[in-house]
């Protein structure tokens, strides 16, 4: 395995340390403005506005991903950009991390730290950075895409431009607050790539470089603002390819084997399979190649589909199923068909002892203000989704509610919720009754209002990190109940052997 190794020496890093301290007039990762109404936040107007520390930074990084979208396991530009601003503050860079040429880890080593090794706690910020394709839209309130020759392109549509510029800016306050309490712990930031489908965090867990990370942080874009525990899907998805035989599809009908006829006698076999399976089950698929032209006998076809639940076996017990149906679909159509899987992740273990300290720190924060003309663009786009916007229930964060929720979509942050405490929280990026991956969440995600709950998130991150880092006791608590949480099931990879499927995307 190659790492790339980017470092500065601690006496530079000392340097930079002082300069960023001398230059912020703000307590760290702290609000520099309170708004004047909080309690009131309707008629606040640009005026009242609420800054944050880093927060040109963050946009800066949201705003230069959103506008230039890159797929899994292809986010150059995105991940340089990461970690070149984490660089120039001081974060040592491994690059290239387990066999991914975008995934990378920074850690940060105070100037004061002494040089006895790496001190503890270690707190890990999980950063995202894929976008979707075909969604990639202007940032209006009407449905604009922007394509070129007919071809959509790749949006932001679940946010992970404001997902990995809230981070980055976690990164710095924390890199400050280090500065200031050098022997608290150490900081980590793991640029993940390919949250999408292409499981970027698994090869990490895999790598096992989560080892020594006592607690994991991150955050997502959503629609409101909530850290209540919560669990996800279990997901494994791939894509099987049929091999047929070529023909004309009117003169020599007889000699030819379609290898669309294998992917629609496989998809039948699924829709059937629907009334069989557990309660809760997800099953989806598109087909990606169905044949050039009509009067050809396609000679090859492709589907692409994901299965999931909340329970990992069950999600693998489908896929078996799966393949069963694949291998009947290419009997009886007299055609040949493999397949490739390309990802799978567990479902989020969560841990409630961690969610409530970080909803502490939402209930501190300010609220999320919009002006007078972003409550405007909220309006107008709400009402593209028939909703009206409400200013007031943008604002304000949901109440905590410890019962545990299965929000039905997935995430390679379950695998890392497997080997170490996890929390995150959701912040109002879009206006309420927006789901991701919408043309809605991909405008939005470019737009002030976005970068706003951006910056919220990012200030509840180094507030719940600075918790952890001072009382010990929070870490020690969340571990007890981690253990008593994953002591149910054994982890394994849904992955086995594979290297990361670096083409899904291409």
């Given at each position: 395995m190659m790492y790339l190794c980017t470092t500065k020496p601690k006496a530079l890093r000392r340097k930079l340390a002082i300069a960023v301290l001398m230059s912020s007039i703000s307590v760290v990762g702290a609000v520099k403005a309170q708004s004047v109404e909080q309690a009131g936040v309707s008629g606040i107007d640009s005026k009242a506005a609420v800054t944050f520390a880093h927060q040109s930074t963050m946009k800066h990084i949201a705003k230069t991903m959103w506008e230039k979208p890159e797929l899994g396991f292809l986010e150059h530009n995105s991940s340089t950009l990461m970690q070149q601003t984490l660089i120039e503050r001081g974060f040592d860079i491994s690059a290239g991390v387990a066999g991914m040429p975008t995934a990378f880890i920074a850690q940060y080593s105070p100037a004061g730290q002494t040089e006895d090794g790496e001190h503890k706690p270690v707190i890990g910020l999980l950063a995202e950075m894929d976008a979707l394709p075909s969604m990639g839209v202007l940032n209006t309130s009407d449905k604009q895409p922007i394509s070129t020759n007919g071809h959509v392109h790749a949006g932001h549509a679940c946010g992970h431009n404001l997902f990995a510029g809230g981070v980055i800016g976690a990164a710095l306050s924390l890199a400050d607050y280090l500065d200031t309490h050098p022997n608290q712990g150490s900081l980590k930031v793991f640029g993940a790539p390919a949250e999408e489908g292409g499981s970027g965090k698994v090869y990490l867990v895999k790598a096992g470089v989560f080892e020594d990370v006592d607690v994991a942080l991150h955050w997502h874009p959503s629609d409101s603002t909530s850290s209540s525990p919560s669990s996800s899907l279990a997901n494994k998805s791939g894509k099987f390819r049929f091999y047929g035989v070529a023909a004309h599809a009117a003169a020599a009908p007889d000699k030819g084997r379609s290898a669309l006829d294998g992917v629609e006698a496989m998809?039948?076999?699924?829709?059937?399979?629907?009334?069989?399976?557990?309660?809760?089950?997800?099953?989806?698929?598109?087909?990606?190649?169905?044949?050039?032209?009509?009067?050809?006998?396609?000679?090859?076809?492709?589907?692409?589909?994901?299965?999931?639940?909340?329970?990992?076996?069950?999600?693998?017990?489908?896929?078996?199923?799966?393949?069963?149906?694949?291998?009947?679909?290419?009997?009886?159509?007299?055609?040949?068909?493999?397949?490739?899987?390309?990802?799978?992740?567990?479902?989020?273990?969560?841990?409630?002892?961690?969610?409530?300290?970080?909803?502490?720190?939402?209930?501190?924060?300010?609220?999320?203000?919009?002006?007078?003309?972003?409550?405007?663009?909220?309006?107008?786009?709400?009402?593209?989704?028939?909703?009206?916007?409400?200013?007031?229930?943008?604002?304000?964060?949901?109440?905590?509610?410890?019962?545990?929720?299965?929000?039905?979509?997935?995430?390679?942050?379950?695998?890392?919720?497997?080997?170490?405490?996890?929390?995150?929280?959701?912040?109002?990026?879009?206006?309420?009754?927006?789901?991701?991956?919408?043309?809605?969440?991909?405008?939005?995600?470019?737009?002030?209002?976005?970068?706003?709950?951006?910056?919220?998130?990012?200030?509840?991150?180094?507030q719940t990190a600075i918790s952890l880092f001072a009382e010990p006791k929070n870490i020690s608590k969340a571990k007890l109940e981690f253990q008593q949480r994953k002591s149910t099931l054994n982890y394994e990879s849904m992955l086995g052997q594979r290297a990361p499927a670096l083409d899904y995307r291409k």
């Open positions: 998809n039948i076999m699924v829709n059937l399979m629907r009334e069989h399976v557990p309660d809760g089950t997800r099953i989806h698929y598109v087909i990606t190649n169905g044949g050039t032209a009509p009067n050809v006998v396609p000679d090859f076809a492709e589907v692409y589909y994901y299965v999931r639940s909340a329970q990992p076996a069950v999600v693998l017990s489908l896929w078996d199923r799966l393949e069963k149906a694949a291998k009947g679909a290419a009997l009886g159509t007299e055609t040949r068909v493999d397949w490739e899987v390309t990802g799978g992740v567990w479902n989020v273990l969560p841990n409630v002892t961690l969610s409530k300290l970080m909803h502490k720190h939402i209930d501190a924060a300010p609220p999320i203000i919009l002006t007078k003309s972003e409550q405007q663009f909220a309006n107008e786009i709400s009402s593209t989704r028939e909703q009206t916007f409400n200013h007031n229930a943008h604002s304000t964060p949901e109440p905590f509610d410890e019962k545990i929720t299965v929000w039905s979509a997935s995430t390679d942050v379950g695998d890392v919720s497997w080997q170490v405490p996890t929390v995150g929280l959701s912040s109002a990026t879009w206006v309420k009754g927006t789901p991701p991956h919408t043309w809605q969440a991909s405008a939005m995600s470019g737009t002030d209002i976005g970068y706003k709950g951006m910056y919220l998130a990012s200030e509840v991150i180094t």
